[in-house]
């Protein structure tokens, strides 16, 4: 019985051989164009904007097929590359998702609700204005068409047959943040800026234009705010957040604990981007454990220990790598002198500028080992850089396709320089660039020591 039971638990965890269950959705298919054995599958809730540490990790074979259950309690908005997909228990679709909604397409139990999601829109582009596409002679043309195309989509939306009356709620929700969006995004993608000579000029401009609007913001903002759970909706989120950083007296509604708590998290939590020291840890760690909604608590805490891995002091995070010979090894295996690390690759144009820096400092500085790690998607390009390049100075270079380098050392992007002391523990996670002379040089210095 305990085998059984066992077998069941590894099954649904890796979404094997396994069948959606009543708390479960599943999803079989392709993930070929994402072109990785190991594609994200994110929260695209409220909960999903206050961290990262649910992010699903979908196993691909090969040839691009992958089959994953996910565990649900109840139904649920993720993101998969430009993908928004709503899954709920029970679900089981065999899919083809592809980078761009377009491409993507859904068969079996949530069909439904998931080909309807590909024409969403998306919000950074200003929703129903189409990145400019849209805008017309003036707002009164411009507000015509899109509230005509909002009245489509409506019409889509009462259309389905087999969504349910959550999905139909939670999606009005999104037409009309998406309406709201639009109607404020006409000041940007319109010529109503362009005569602005200084920041006064186009803030007048700008509330001038909000006042001219509210009527037509104010009842949709009242609408996207009145139940806290369509903030699960990411356009809803958008516009209140935006909204609520502007004159009250210009667009006014209800704003819960539970929004608010959410925008004071968005400014705090750009904070966990700093080089983590204790004295932030302890910051951070104090105002998370005193928030009151217990899912953002339990994602702002759990955000701050995975950063926390990445403190001075702290064992450094270790990951395979290549070297130029093709052997392979650890990070790890060149500890015994302090390591400065370089994160690069050949499409990264401020990677290349800081090379010269990196090498030349690297002659400087006999008892640090510099290290250059490639992150490129093949050793060729790779290769074929360095023999290009004369001179490398005494940089020890590396690749690595290792996930671990990004998951493990949190990096969203690079140039990113490491520092690792001669016992492999963590000096700095955040090391300044090669190019900060006036930092790196004394920093370098002081562990340039035999």
Not at 29 to 49: H, I, P, R, T, W
Not at 95 to 111: C, D, I
Not at 213 to 233: C, F, G, H, M, Q
Not at 274 to 291: C, N, P, R
Request: with cysteine.
């Amino acid at each position: 019985m305990r085998k059984n039971l066992m077998m069941m638990v590894a099954l649904l965890l890796l979404g094997i051989g396994a069948c959606a269950g009543p708390k479960s959705a599943r999803l079989h298919g392709s993930l070929k164009e994402f072109g990785s054995n190991n594609v994200k599958m994110e929260l695209a809730g409220a909960v999903g904007d206050v961290s990262d540490i649910n992010v699903i990790r979908i196993p691909v074979n090969d040839d691009g097929t992958f089959d994953l259950v996910v565990p649900l309690e109840k139904p649920t908005y993720f993101q998969i590359g430009r993908n928004t997909l709503y899954l709920s228990p029970g679900d089981d679709m065999e899919v083809n998702l592809g980078t761009s909604q377009p491409q993507s397409w859904f068969k079996g139990k949530g069909e439904e609700a998931n080909n309807y999601l590909k024409g969403r829109l998306f919000p950074k582009a200003g929703s129903f204005m189409e990145a400019g596409r849209n805008v017309k002679e003036n707002f009164e043309q411009t507000k015509k068409l899109i509230d005509g195309m909002a009245q489509k989509r409506i019409e889509e939306l009462k259309a389905l047959n087999n969504v349910s009356k959550e999905f139909r709620e939670m999606e009005m929700m999104r037409i009309k943040a998406d309406l709201a969006n639009s109607y404020m995004a006409y000041l940007w993608y319109s010529d109503l800026l362009k005569d602005c000579k200084t920041r006064e000029e186009g803030e007048k401009v700008a509330n001038d234009f909000n006042k001219s609007i509210r009527e037509y913001i104010n009842p949709l903002l009242k609408e996207i705010s009145a139940k806290d759970k369509y903030l699960e909706v990411a356009v809803v989120r958008d516009v209140l957040s935006s909204c609520n950083e502007i004159d009250p007296s210009i667009f006014d509604f209800p704003k819960s604990q539970r929004l608010k708590e959410l925008n004071e998290i968005y400014g705090v939590g750009e904070r966990m981007d700093e080089e983590m020291t204790k004295s932030l840890y302890d910051e951070l760690y104090a105002y998370g454990s005193k928030l009151k909604n217990a899912d953002f608590k339990q994602a702002f805490l759990g955000r701050l220990e995975k950063r926390a891995k990445l403190m001075e002091g702290r064992p450094a995070i270790d990951f395979a790598v290549v070297n130029m010979d093709g052997k392979k090894g650890k990070l790890s295996d060149y500890k015994g002198k302090v390591l400065y690390v370089d994160f690069w690759a050949t499409w990264c144009m401020p990677c290349l500028g800081e090379m010269p820096y990196f090498n030349e400092l690297s002659k400087q500085f006999p008892n640090i080992q510099f290290v250059g790690i490639s992150l490129d998607d093949n050793t060729e390009v790779w290769l074929n850089k360095l023999k290009g390049d004369a001179d490398h100075g005494k940089v020890l270079e590396l690749f690595s396709t290792d996930p671990l380098v990004r998951t493990g050392w949190d990096i969203t992007g690079i140039p990113r320089f490491l520092l690792i002391d001669k016992d492999f523990k963590i000096i700095s996670a955040s090391a300044p660039r090669p190019s900060e002379k006036d930092v790196i040089i004394p920093l370098l210095e002081k562990y340039n020591k035999k």
